[in-house]
Structures are given as structure tokens and as C-alpha cells.
């Protein structure tokens, strides 16, 4: 690790862990709690429990503040750490022990919380409880402190403490995120002990080898090294740029872009990249990183997962196992093994919630909620981004009123904790100041975006309402009977409407395909599946899940206006594997919903002044068509002008928090995606097996001890929930939604009598306006 700014030497980080750790039950040495320990009736064990002398973290916490406190005056005399840091890390150190088993709470609370009087008198009596003699025995060869001194002397220390509200204060002054880093670092790794100590499971210390040549073994078992037309060259070159840039890498470096057009094979270039980076660190730096593979929606993760998985069988010869690749978002498979063992669910979850693997595979929420987050449950596995390395894929999906909180946070954690970051994108957002605060891994990206003409884009910008646009798009599907068609709008309503319209008219041998949020999971990724196979002509009707990293390609994409980073990536599925005999066309459309007053269907989803749509409406205004060539260009332009325009409110509020170790204040309002409107899950009952799913479901619900009903719900959860979509909570009482279990249900006999939902659009929305509804 690297702590320079801090002052904050490896050895000194691991010495305040190793005493947070030793002190935090220190509390559990009083009669009181020994007696509740002991005590086996169960009505007087509950009784003793609610007693205030039972609890043993702020008495802990107290000690932890005393013994940091020890610790830390021998470093400032030394002058290893000035007095600003000293002073603040005991107050950390009781922060944490304050709040280790519950979520982190802000800081200035804590302090004031501590009521003088009333808390005194609850610890004079623990105290007197506890056995000095006893407590100096278990703690002599473990503190090198006067734990007397401590006894006689902690109404002192509590008013010590007291008096550092004024320091809490300070805090907005110093305007450093460091000091919540660093409480978040040594939290996480006391709750993560603290609960595998507790959960008697054992885990594998020993790390796992991975072969740094595993992608370009791939590579040559696939054939891909081979001349094979202009597009598998390009893939090719990039390729080898990337990895050439390993030998003249400086390690001080930290945070790298991986900006090259869409189908250039970004996915496993930067893998590759990634474990050639983790070997040379293990060699020069002598630690072996993590990787983090990180992506902003679900669908990509699975195919991307998949991916991985492909190249590890096709090398080794078998899929491997969860403790080297790992999936992990809440709808995951619950289940963990490694190489000598399969563990039962629950102790899955476990490891499966501590990134207890070598290359795990995720999405921005849980990495993003993890970086900022108060939450016991998710700070669990933060100590294990420390010292890793972070591929952020399709980063241009991190909403831009937070570049400057992402933009800090990622610059002093990569510093402070020798973590490395890997932006991978074709249309790289202005979060980071070009080769002086980022560092491409392609020398000349010009020259492979200048390469690329697959595509022709044409902005309509003039307004056009949704009839006439239905009817633009059958005239067009009918004249070009060869051509594939992708159209994606941004309602799903009005997603609904069309595919509705165009399948009426049954052109011969052609399959039709919609996808939104509407349909089922499982559905929606049987589909997608099929329009990969798909060797016919193809109409796919869409909202914007099928943007960003779903690897299909098309002739044709029509697009509802949206902003210009989703119209880019949106265009990399047409002509995207470079058929150098035709160009793909990509056609633009301001769509207005007449039945409501003319409103245009991207403000359903941007608002009336969003920045992001302003400012692609300046930038494609001057031009009647774009050749792909011209992207970058214009892609540049476009994040230029967000930057210079957008206002940073949100991510100052955010950094303040950080920076006054509020850390409840940020869990409360920060939220990576937002919604404007309350949502409900349904289950849709739409074959036989989702009907033994929720009969399944049913039977666990009758399961009293509710550790047993979570254990079975575990069991069946991602079976569970390919059955579920979410939709508004207006419509609660048309699925009926059960408050107490917080879920609705539309059962198969519904379905098949032509209620509720359609085995080809999804949810019924009855009585819903053309653009109420997104996604």
C-alpha cells in the first residue's frame, strides 16, 4: 500500500488493525455480559439483554479510543505521524468500535450522542464488574498498555473523547476523503474477520495461480491471431498495442483508459491486460492483485461472464472454479466452491458477499455502494478492492453529476491504496484530464477510430410524431427486404406500440424479436440468445437495454433521440463485425407523443432541461449525416460541452460527506441509479416451471424460524427471480400486491386467459399513457 499522503506507513495501518481487532469485545469481560453468555432461559436471557450494562460496544469502544490513543503518542513523538492524523485516528478507531455491529453512522453524531453523565454511570458500573486481574491476564502478552490506568482514569478519557467534536468540525476544513477511506479500510477488514471467525467457515489462504498468458493461449486455440479480414486485424492490433504498453509501464501510474471503437474485442483485451499487469505486480511490487470486472447492467455481465468462463474451459480444459471466477449481483447463482470443496448455501452467500475470489465479475452498483457506503453487509468486502485491479467497463454509463465525486474518490483510493483502475469505453467521458491524469493504453486511438466507416448516422432533429415514424420504419423494413432492423426507443409503451404495428403486416421470412424490462429476465435473455443464432432476416424492436456491450449486429437501427453518448453506443450494433461490402445506416428521430400535447418521449425520460440531451442536440445540429470517422471528434465535443456546463453540486455534496466522516448522510443520498417513480416486483407465472417455483416459494413462506426461510429462499432465488419484472407501484392492485411480502403475482391461468401479462410484450399496462412508462 501506498499511504505517503496520509503519512500512513503499511506497518502503522497494519499495527491499527491488528489493535482495533484485539480491543473490540473488550466490553464482554463485565459480569453482565458474561451472565447473559451463561444464562439459558431464554425470557431472562432476552430481559438481561435489553439491559444497557450488557452491551458491550461503547464500553469497547471507549478502550479501543484509549489504547490508539497509547499507540499513537509514541508515533507523534517520533515524528512518524503528525499530530492532525494522530488525533484523528483514534477517534476512528472508536467510531468503528462504536458501530461493529451495525452500519457506520456520522461521525459528529457518535460524538455527541456520548451523554456524559448517563453513559458515565453505565460504565462505572460495568467496570466495577469486570475482573482486573483477569482482563490484565488475557491482555499481557497482547497490549502494551496500563489497563489499570484505564480503569481509573476512563470518566477522563470520555471527556477526552467529548472534546473532540471540536476536531469532528475541523474536518470540513481539511476538505481530505482520505480519513473516511481509511475508516471504511480498517472497518471493513474488522467485521469481514469478525464474521469468518464467527462463522467457523474456513477459508483458503493460499492464493490462486492464474496463467498471465491465458487470453493469448485463447487467442491461438480460436483462430484469432490469424488474418481474417479487416475487422479481426484491427481487433488484433489493438490488442498487441495494449499489451506492448505492459513493458514500458510505470507502476506509479494508476488509472488508464481502454477508449477504442465498438467490436474491437475491449472485453478480453483488457483481461488479458489485467492479468499481465497482476503478474508483473507480483513480480516487482511482490503482492498478487484481485481483479474486478465491473459493468453497469446485468445482461452485458452474463455475457460477459460467459466469455471468461469460454476461455478458461477452452485453455484448461474446464470451467473453473467460483474462487478463481466469480458473478456476483443479487441475482446471481448462490453457490461457492474451490477446488477441494462445495460449500452449503448460506456459507456460499457468505464468501460469495466477501469477493473471497481472484477475478470477480460485478456490477457499478455493487462496487460503486460498496466505495461509498455506511452498511455493515456491504463493507464487508471493501478491504478486498484495496491493492486490486478495477476494469470499469462501459464507464460512459457513470451518470455525470457525480465525474467529480468518482473522480476523486478513485484518484486518492488508487493512490492511497495501490489499486489500479481500467476505464473501458468507445465514447470516454471527460471524468479524467487526458494523459496528464489518465493514461491511454492505446498510443494512437485516432488512428484506429479513423480506420472504421461501417456506419452512417443521420440526426432528424426535426420533431416527428410517433404515427408518422411507425409507418418511416414499415416502408423502409418492406423496400429493404435483405436488411436487418434494429429500433430503439425509449418508452416501453411506445416499444409496445410499434412492434405491435410492424408484426401486423407479416412479411414473409422474417422473425420479429422485442425486448424491454417488460418481459421476464429469462425471457429476455432466451431472446437475445436467439438473435445471435438468428440466420434469417431479423426485426428487432427494443428500449435501451440493448445499447450497451449486447453483442449483435444489424444493417439498419432507427433510434428515438437520447443522448449522444446512447446513440454511439447504440450504433456500435450496426454493421458491427465490419462487412466491408455495405455500410450500416443509423437514422435519428426527435419522436413526439401527440396524445400528450406533443411532448417529446425523451423528456419521459431526461426531463424538459436535461444537459446531457441539450448539449448532443448542439453537437449533431451542425451536421445533416456523420461517417464513423468523425466520432471521436465528435464524441470529444459532446463531453467538452457537458463538463464546461454541468454543475457539481451533487458530487460536492457527497465529497463533504466523505470528507466529515458522515457516513450515514451519504448512504442516505447517494444513489448510483435513481428512480423518479416507486416500483414493485411481480412474479409472472408464465410456464410450469415458474409454476412449481412458486409453490416452492409458498411452502418457504410457512417456515417459521426465519433463518430457515431465508436458508430455502436462497435455494430457489435466481430460479425466482427470472420470473420477476418491476413495474410502478400504480399499478399494485392490477398484480396483487401483497404488502407483507412485498411482491405481486400474475398466475399461469391469468396468463393464458389473456390477462395480465403477453407471452410477446410483457406486462399489460392498462389505462397507461403513450410515454409513462421507461425502460
Known sequence: ?????????????????????????????????????????EKKRMQMKGRQETKHGLLSAIFTYFVLQEYLKDLKDQKVLNEPLCDILAVIGYLIIKRHHGNLKDARFEILDLKEDEDIEVLNRQIQSINLNE?????????????????????????????????????????????????????????????????GIEIERNRREISSDLVDAYKVIKGYNEPDGKMNNIR????????FMLNELDLKQKIYSLNVPTGTGKTLTSLSFALKLRDKLKREKGFTPKI????????????????????????????????????????????FETKDDEFETTESLFLIEGWNSEIIVTTFVQFFHTLISNKNRTLRKYHNIVNSIVILDEVQSIPHEYWLLFKKL??????????YFIFVTATQPL???????????????????????????????????????????????????????????????????????????????????YLSTNIIPKERLSRIKKIKAEKGRKIIVSTQLIEAGVDIDVDIVYRDFSTLDSINQVA????????????????????????????????????????????TSKVLENYSKINEPLFLEITNEYYTKVKDAMADDESEKMVAYLCNLEFESIQKNFRLIKQDY?????????????????????????????????????????????????????????????????IGYISKVEIDQGIGYDSETGFKRENAGGGSIIC
Open 678 to 742: 416507486e416500483k414493485i416486483d411481480v412474479f409472472i407465472e408464465l410456464d410450469e416451471n415458474a409454476k412449481r417455483i412458486w409453490h416452492e416459494y409458498q411452502e418457504i413462506r410457512n417456515v417459521k424460524d426465519p433463518l430457515e426461510r431465508k436458508k430455502e429462499f436462497l435455494k430457489i432465488k435466481k430460479d425466482f427471480y427470472d420470473y420477476v419484472i418491476s413495474v410502478p407501484k400504480k399499478y399494485a392492485n392490477q398484480v396483487g400486491f401483497d404488502e407483507k411480502t412485498g
Open 135 to 199: 482482563v490484565e491476564k488475557v491482555y499481557c502478552d497482547l497490549l502494551n498498555v496500563d489497563i489499570s490506568y484505564f480503569f481509573n482514569h476512563h470518566q477522563q478519557i470520555v471527556k477526552e473523547i467529548l472534546q473532540k467534536k471540536k476536531r469532528i468540525r475541523r474536518l470540513r476544513e481539511e476538505e481530505n476523503i482520505q480519513y473516511s477511506l481509511i475508516t471504511q479500510l480498517l472497518y471493513s477488514v474488522l467485521i469481514n474477520s469478525d464474521k469468518v471467525d464467527a462463522s
Open 410 to 419: 478513485i484518484d486518492v483510493f488508487s493512490r492511497c491504496f495501490n489499486t
Open 236 to 243: 488484433n492490433c489493438i490488442y498487441d498495442d495494449v499489451i
Open 572 to 615: 456500435g450494433r450496426c454493421n458491427r463485425n465490419y462487412s466491408e461490402d455495405k455500410k450500416g445506416l443509423v437514422k435519428v428521430f426527435v419522436l413526439i407523443d401527440t396524445n400528450n400535447n406533443d411532448r417529446k418521449y425523451y423528456q419521459y425520460i431526461y426531463g424538459d432541461k436535461a444537459i446531457l440531451i441539450n448539449k
Open 1 to 41: 500500500m501506498d499511504l505517503s499522503d496520509l503519512q500512513l506507513k503499511k506497518d502503522v495501518l497494519m499495527d491499527l488493525s491488528y489493535l482495533i481487532g484485539v480491543c473490540h469485545d473488550f466490553g464482554k469481560a463485565t459480569e453482565y455480559f458474561q451472565n447473559y453468555i451463561k444464562e439459558v432461559d
Open 431 to 513: 471524468i479524467f484530464e487526458p494523459e496528464t491524469e489518465i493514461k491511454e493504453l492505446v498510443k494512437d486511438k485516432s488512428k484506429y477510430f479513423s480506420e472504421f466507416d461501417r456506419i452512417e448516422l443521420i440526426p432528424e432533429l426535426e420533431s416527428t410524431p410517433f404515427d408518422k415514424f411507425k409507418e418511416i420504419v414499415r416502408k423502409d423494413i418492406e423496400e429493404h427486404k435483405e436488411k436487418d432492423f434494429l429500433v430503439v426507443l425509449n418508452t416501453i409503451n411506445s416499444s409496445k406500440e410499434l412492434y405491435e404495428y410492424l408484426k401486423d403486416f407479416e412479411i414473409p421470412e422474417t422473425s420479429y424479436y
Open 292 to 335: 474486478i470486472y465491473s459493468l453497469p447492467f446485468m445482461s452485458i455481465i452474463d455475457q460477459n461472464f460467459d466469455e471468461f468462463e469460454r476461455v478458461f474451459k477452452k485453455v484448461n480444459g474446464h470451467i473453473p472454479t467460483t474462487d478463481i471466477l466469480l458473478k456476483h449481483h443479487h441475482l446471481a447463482d448462490i453457490f
